[in-house]
């Protein structure tokens, strides 16, 4: 599985899987069936139809729907934090190479950018440099400075495996509040804790003191154990045990 180092806003460098080939192909034909469908019922709807719809479309329906699929890539990426809702269901999304957040701008030049890598090339383009290239990225992705990742880390198990949590009776949690916190909050909270230990320098003693500063403040909670890491691995026993 590919991996890649991001560096986020707060200066602390995550470790994510980048998406499959295979990962984007089934997301794309659920986005694609997603469109398809919508711009017949909405073609549908305007020309009164399906007769009609059918044969007045004809050799015109290839665009129709690319067109509706880029629109609908560039909308949906937008108001879902980089997941179409073929993106959501495989359990991948869009993020910038330098951790800022993906900006209009971002989206639009990889919607833009599918003419050419998916709809002039038949999908060549895409396939060649997504597998290809050590960031998982097509020509929309290199010009965005984005790529895709897999959200779904199987957080729970493999954090089940590094702290031998097998059952809430094993264990009372300390920190109810955890559960306001994300999975990817969680992601972050773990590879601090591993790269503190790998990396016993100032700045990764700085990454877990603002982190830890930001969950107090983001849980309001009162006070904190003087061990740091040791706070932060408890809130990741809380949240594995309470997000079962």
């Known amino acids: 599985m590919k991996t890649i180092d991001i560096r986020t806003t707060q200066n602390v460098t995550i470790e994510y899987e980048l998406a499959t080939l295979q990962d984007r192909i089934l997301a794309f034909f659920i986005d694609l069936?997603?469109?398809?469908?919508?711009?017949?019922?909405?073609?549908f709807l305007v020309a009164g139809g399906f007769r009609e719809v059918f044969s007045n479309i004809g050799q015109y329906q290839g665009v129709i729907v690319f067109s509706f699929f880029v629109f609908y890539q560039l909308f949906s990426e937008i108001i879902a934090d980089g997941q179409s809702w073929g993106k959501k269901t495989v359990g991948i999304k869009v993020v910038r190479l330098d951790g800022?957040?993906?900006?209009?701008?971002?989206?639009?030049?990889?919607?833009?950018?599918?003419?050419?890598?998916?709809?002039?090339?038949?999908?060549?383009?895409?396939?060649?440099?997504?597998?290809?290239?050590?960031?998982?990225?097509?020509?929309?992705?290199?010009?965005?400075?984005?790529?895709?990742?897999?959200?779904?880390?199987?957080?729970?198990?493999?954090?089940?495996?590094?702290?031998?949590?097998?059952?809430?009776?094993?264990?009372?949690?300390?920190?109810?509040?955890?559960?306001?916190?994300?999975?990817?909050?969680?992601?972050l909270v773990k590879s601090i804790i591993t790269r503190s230990r790998l990396y016993k320098n100032k700045a990764h003693r700085e990454a877990v003191n603002e982190v830890v500063q930001h969950i107090k403040e983001e849980?309001?909670?009162?006070?904190?154990p003087p061990n740091k890491v040791e706070f932060l691995k408890t809130l990741i026993r809380d949240y594995i045990v309470l997000t079962r």
């Not at 290239?133 to 199987?154: E, H, W």
């Not at 198990?157 to 559960?179: A, G, M, N, T, W």
């Open 100 to 187: 800022q957040e993906p900006n209009l701008s971002d989206y639009l030049l990889r919607s833009v950018f599918y003419i050419i890598d998916v709809l002039f090339s038949f999908g060549v383009v895409a396939l060649l440099l997504i597998s290809s290239s050590a960031k998982g990225q097509r020509l929309g992705d290199m010009t965005a400075n984005t790529t895709v990742i897999r959200v779904r880390f199987d957080l729970r198990f493999r954090l089940d495996d590094i702290l031998k949590i097998s059952s809430l009776d094993d264990y009372e949690p300390q920190f109810p509040e955890v559960r306001k916190l994300s999975e990817q909050d969680m992601l």
């Open 219 to 224: 849980l309001d909670l009162e006070k904190i």
């Open 33 to 43: 069936v997603i469109v398809y469908i919508s711009s017949i019922i909405i073609l």
